[in-house]
């Protein structure tokens, strides 16, 4: 780790050194949860690239969704002497021990995409997430909307348990019903943030829910699970988009093919750019000791089939979905 000796050395130039030059010389660690889904791959792609605009040294470790790999990581990062460490938690609890270590160590820890249980908040310098309160709320609004007065029962896909995440998009999701009482969740399953899954649970749903006849929307904590949805829904005869209306959250590239093909209603995204303002935080940080908001917060977006799926679909479709 070099870092003091660069502060010496702009001291003594007496020139501004820009934050490209200050980055070239840290190396940064980064514990990916896996890539149990496209945006989870879009993330890692998205993060090498910013990190490559900033010329970082960067080292990602996949934790193939398991905490003790992440755990594992982060102590390799730390015994490599790393000037900071990303997290992307695979789930909120049980991270203290290891944070210590890191902090012990003066190694600083941004959580990226998902927050830790509360009682560790001291123990990283940022979170760098989008309000998934905010993104569940959005879904339930937009499906309480666009019913009206229509009884509607809702199937719901969850991720991960125990993820924050998915916590928060279920927990956003009730809120945004909760003014209609004609819309209720009627059956609710974790489909594990996965295709495989999300079809998997679906096709019980169907199966519980008369073939499908009584389900009037799906709402899924991520678009993979509802494109496994949309293939189950469409083995069983059904029309997603038409028959069963959906609202998911994410905003991959599939989602937008679904949507232009009318198998698909809406999604809300999460940018897959969490890693550039991480950066940037831990940049201002290294050289001028800027401490950064514990939260910084990503823009999300609502998406329906009036936003020309088809063209969003092409924006997207290279970003490692």
Known sequence: MNFKALLLATAFSGALVSAGAQAADLTIGFSQIGSESGWRAAETTVSKAEAKKRNINFKIAD????????????????????????????????????????????????????????????????????????????????????????????????????????????KGFEEGIASAPNVK?????????????GKEVMESFIKAEGGGKNICAVYAHNDDMMVGAIQAMKEAGLKPGSDVLTV??????????????????????????????????????KAKGTVPPKWIQTESKLY??????????DSKKGLGY
């Open 63 to 170: 934790a193939q969704q398991k905490q003790e790999n992440q755990i594992k990581a982060i102590r390799s990062f730390i015994a490599q002497g790393v000037d900071a460490i990303f997290l992307a938690p695979v789930v909120s609890t049980g991270w203290d021990s290891v944070l210590k270590e890191a902090k012990e160590a003066n190694i600083p820890v941004v959580l990226l995409d998902r927050d830790i249980d509360p009682s560790g908040k001291d123990l990283y310098l940022t979170a760098v997430t989008s309000d998934s309160v905010h993104e569940g709320r959005v879904a339930g609004q937009w499906l309480v909307k666009t019913v009206g007065a229509k009884p509607c029962n809702v199937v719901e896909l969850q991720g991960t348990v125990g993820a924050s995440v998915a916590a928060n998009r279920k």
């Open 185 to 197: 969740i009627v059956r609710s399953q974790t489909g594990d943030f996965t295709r495989a899954k």
């Open 248 to 285: 998911s959250i994410d905003a991959v590239p599939d989602i937008f093919k679904a949507m232009a093909a009318g198998e698909a209603n809406t999604t809300v995204e999460l940018t897959p750019n969490m890693a550039g303002p991480a950066f940037d935080a831990i940049i201002a940080y």
């Open 304 to 313: 329906t089939a009036a936003d020309n799926p088809q063209a969003v679909y």
